[in-house]
């Protein structure tokens, strides 16, 4: 091969060319072949590559060139050069620095953590959602004096439902379409521009509000203006479902100072809501937060929950309640609840991991991915110890929050308990040193981030499904079910514990489970519920929290832990609303509230295992003598006296409890939406229907009757078919199925029975066999005209069946013959046969079907009847006895055929 010409000097000026020509150099195609390979050699430990900046400063050294735009084109062509040498993605030069060892790339998809060197990770939406690119963030503030509850007056307005009829439509976004389901993300959402769901303002005059909702945690799907000031407004369901409408997220812009607005949600689904006892909506100015540093708030007056329509069968709720804004033309937000986004937790994890200190004792690791692609963050809380022996005795404590994403109140109470046991506080210190803390800090990001209340972007309510094996259907359920369970391989776990939210009950409690296999256990459940009610008096409920294992919570994260060997397993539930009890009396939540439910949490963990049993067996005591309280007012209702003995175990536990009150998902259970969908159109393609016994039998009989029977029908006129399917068609199946051995019944009881009808045609005689597979056999002849004088007397002749069971040969005999019977044979393999035999012996059809009646067995006239163990699945396909006899009854003249026909084959 020649060799290729040097290239010139106006070639190179161009950066591509110039690129092109190193490429080349080190592959070999020029004269300077050698020194080039030796310059790009990686493995030689006596040079190292030079950096970009080196390069750049050898080939501009003595040119004419020193432009800006020319130093960056020389630039780009290093560093593509530097690329091409390197030939791997894997390996990093650090062109900042100057030259330096080059370093491998941190592994995409493993350790996907925040750092601080790299933006957050952006969240994954599903293609079919639009999402604006604005970044709503809000300020934490907490109100200087408490927020009371509203007080009912009992003539709040409940507005009649107008609908886009007689309204006007000012936000809608497209809803998913129905019966669809999720199949892909990317970064942004839907492809394309994004479309502009709400109208446009006339002029500044116009007074109308315009509402965004497509942000991340936003949950608005349709705005009707129905009045100068009132809307309507409808809530987009949980993503892939029909129902779940209860977490409100929007925004309000182009407002009015002083005026007073009604707004009304009008697509709510449950019966029961905390707006009913005093709950305010929140919400949020943006011009108040930049000016006066305020964030959100309880607003709202005539606050009324009522049912106003049903559609599809299914009850709606409206609730309405009015505001005034505070600022002419602000930006405000509505919310149902303090929002707690994707990105605010990783904004939180951002910061935990670039504290040099708190990155010390808190390892930041991947879960798993979400079914979007979003990552599950997995925290590891500990102090290190130099002593593995003192490592391996410390306990578990696992904690996880946001399965039902609208529940925002267990992301604040995660982050309090987050603050505090990253803290540098004397007991976060003894925290760390006792037990290894597993954070599962938010487990549903995918609904998080489209705005779900209570379902995954599988349309199925994960805490529901902690029993799952679809691996790829629920990845965080169960991953965090197997995280548990190696967890539990190597050392116990003391507490489990999910924090959610609820939306019918006030105050903080917890739903537990009963250790009724243990007795040295006893009661030992309610204990760390009963001292948080102790330590946080005024937010947690004691009396409210239940321990009873219902069969539809199953697949709870509190159960399935439970059942794992985890005793003290709980779900606290937060209230959306306010506390009841003490100083907080009638007052609601702030977010500050619900952060410092986690610092009790874990001041209730070093009171539960305390070494000094005095608090512990304090508790025990007191829960004996509520039990036992509990028990006496049972006994009193049952009407039974006021003695407890014998109580005890007369009455359960179970018994004294109510159920716990959590939201009913039984209609979000069962196969993901993707699967479901799947099922739904394999069990919608047409199969085949299969024809039932009584349809078997009639076509076996009809075709048995065409094909023996049709030179006689033919000169009577008539035929016996809709006799003999008429007769089997009216006797009902026996139930009981015996092993009886054939019954021959004598000739005056068979015509005396009610089975021969009168409108059966000709002679029948009716033989009855009971067996695992009765039968009934019917032997018949057609009338005939009078037998003429000099006729052969009548004979009886074994019919030539040309198949044989179990290799019996043709014309065998057996005993136990009838009275009427003088030669027998054995019945061949078809279930319904046209015999014909010779031109001087007369047609005889031979019909075999289900015996439907029971007939007592007459002493010494049996005959033994086939194999005893005749399969049930055999009924589908009935085969003749192995054994059988049968008498020809009448003879009648033989018929004018002049050869001998051969069976019909039987049909398939």
């Not at 005093?278 to 049912?307: C, F």
Request: charged share 20%; net charge positive.
């Amino acid at each position: 091969m020649s060799p290729v010409q040097e290239p010139t000097p106006e070639l190179l000026a161009d950066p591509y060319e110039s690129f092109m020509h190193h490429h080349l150099q080190y592959y070999g195609y020029f004269r300077d072949e050698e020194k080039t390979a030796e310059s790009s050699s990686l493995a030689s430990r006596e040079r190292r590559p030079k950096s970009s900046y080196s390069l750049l400063e050898q080939e501009s050294g003595g040119s004419d060139r020193n432009s800006l735009q020319d130093n960056r084109k020389k630039l780009i062509c290093s560093l593509m050069l530097e690329a091409a040498l390197l030939k791997s993605k894997q390996l990093l030069f650090n062109h900042l620095e100057g030259p330096g060892v080059p370093c491998l790339r941190e592994p995409r998809g493993l350790f996907a953590v925040p750092t601080s060197r790299g933006p957050l990770q952006a969240p994954r939406w599903p293609v079919e959602c639009e999402v604006i690119k604005e970044q709503i963030q809000h300020i934490e503030w907490v109100p200087s004096e408490p927020e009371p509850f509203y007080q009912s007056t009992g003539n709040e307005p409940a507005p009649l439902i107008v609908g886009k009829e007689k309204g006007t439509v000012v936000y809608h976004i497209k809803p998913v379409a129905k019966g669809s389901y999720f199949t892909c993300s990317r970064v942004g959402g839907a492809r394309g521009p994004i479309t502009s769901p709400a109208i446009s303002l006339e002029g500044p005059e116009d007074t109308t509000l315009l509402f965004e909702s497509r942000f991340e945690s936003g949950n608005l799907q349709k705005a009707v203006r129905v009045g100068p000031y009132e809307y309507e407004l409808t809530l987009r369901m949980d993503l892939y479902t029909n129902k779940h409408t209860q977490w409100f997220y929007f925004q309000v812009r182009n407002t009015r100072k002083g005026i007073t607005y009604r707004f009304s949600i009008v697509n709510l689904m449950k019966p029961k809501s905390l707006y009913s006892m005093g709950m305010k909506p929140l919400l949020y100015s943006q011009r108040d937060a930049q000016t006066h540093g305020v964030g959100w708030r309880r607003e709202g007056g005539n606050i009324r929950y009522y049912r106003c329509s049903s559609e599809e069968g299914q009850a709606m709720y409206c609730l309405t309640w009015t505001a005034c804004f505070p600022h002419d033309h602000d930006t405000c937000y509505f919310a149902h609840f303090y929002p707690y986004t994707f990105s605010d937790l990783q904004r939180y994890l951002l910061a935990v991991v670039s504290d040099p200190v708190r990155s010390q004792y808190c390892k930041l690791r991947v879960l798993c991915s979400s079914l979007a692609g979003n990552t599950v963050y997995l925290l590891t809380i500990t102090s290190p110890s130099q002593n593995p022996a003192a490592t391996a005795a410390k306990k578990a404590v696992v904690l996880s929050a946001r399965v039902h994403p609208g529940e925002t109140n267990g992301s604040w109470v995660m982050r309090g308990f987050l603050d505090f046991i990253l803290s540098d506080s004397p007991d976060a210190q003894l925290l760390r040193e006792l037990f290894i803390f597993k954070v599962v800090p938010m487990l549903n990001p995918d609904g998080v981030i489209v705005g779900n209340y209570r379902c995954s972007l599988a349309g199925r309510d994960l805490n529901r499904n902690y029993q799952t094996i679809l691996k790829e259907s629920f990845p965080c359920i169960w991953h965090t079910r197997s995280m548990i369970q190696r967890v539990l391989e190597e050392r116990e776990v003391l507490l489990y514990c999910d924090f959610h939210g609820h939306s019918r009950k006030n105050n903080v409690f917890m739903y537990g489970c009963n250790n009724k296999s243990a007795p040295s256990q006893w009661l030992h459940e309610r204990i760390f519920p009963l001292m948080l009610s102790k330590n946080a008096p005024d937010k947690f409920s004691f009396h409210s929290c239940k321990f009873k294992v219902q069969k539809s919570k199953e697949g709870t994260g509190r159960i399935v832990m439970w059942r794992m060997g985890i005793p003290n397993s709980y779900t606290m539930e937060s209230t959306f609303s306010g506390s009841t009890l003490g100083r907080k009396s009638d007052s609601h939540f702030t977010s500050e509230d619900l952060k410092s439910l986690g610092y009790h949490i874990c001041d209730t963990l070093l009171d539960f295992c305390d070494p000094d049993r005095t608090k512990f067996l304090q508790c025990l005591s007191e829960l004996q003598e509520l039990l036992q309280h509990q028990i006496h007012q049972k006994l009193k209702d049952l009407g039974r006296g006021q003695d407890s003995d014998g109580a005890w175990s007369d009455i359960s536990l179970s018994d004294i409890e109510s159920s716990t009150s959590g939201s009913n998902s039984s209609q979000s259970d069962g196969l993901p939406a993707h699967l479901l969908s799947m099922a739904e159109k394999f069990h919608q393609k047409k199969k085949k229907r299969l024809r039932t016994r009584k349809e078997r039998n009639e076509l076996h009989q009809k075709y048995a009757l065409s094909q023996g029977l049709t030179c006689q029908d033919k000169t009577l006129g008539r035929t016996p078919e809709a006799g003999l399917i008429s007769d089997l068609q009216r006797r009902k199946p026996n139930a009981r199925q015996e092993k009886l051995p054939v019954c021959l019944l004598p000739e005056e009881r068979l015509w005396e029975s009610k089975l021969c009808h009168q409108h059966s045609p000709g002679p029948e005689r009716l033989w009855k066999a009971r067996q695992p597979q009765p039968l009934l056999i019917t032997m018949l002849t057609l009338p005939q005209p009078q037998r003429p004088a000099g006729v052969s007397p009548t004979r009886e002749h074994p019919p030539p069946f040309h198949a044989q069971l179990d290799g019996e040969p043709h014309g065998s005999q057996h005993a136990g013959r009838s009275t009427l019977a003088h030669s027998a044979s054995t019945v061949g393999a078809s279930p319904s046969r046209s015999v014909w035999w010779g031109p001087e012996q007369p047609t005889v059809t031979l019909l075999l079907s289900r015996n439907l009646f029971r007939r007592p067995q007459v002493p010494g006239q049996s005959v033994p009847v086939g194999s005893p163990k005749l399969k049930q699945s055999q009924s589908q396909h009935l085969l003749p006895p192995r054994r059988v006899t049968w008498s020809l009854l009448e003879l009648q003249p033989p018929c004018m055929e002049p050869e001998r026909r051969k069976s019909p084959s039987w049909p398939q």
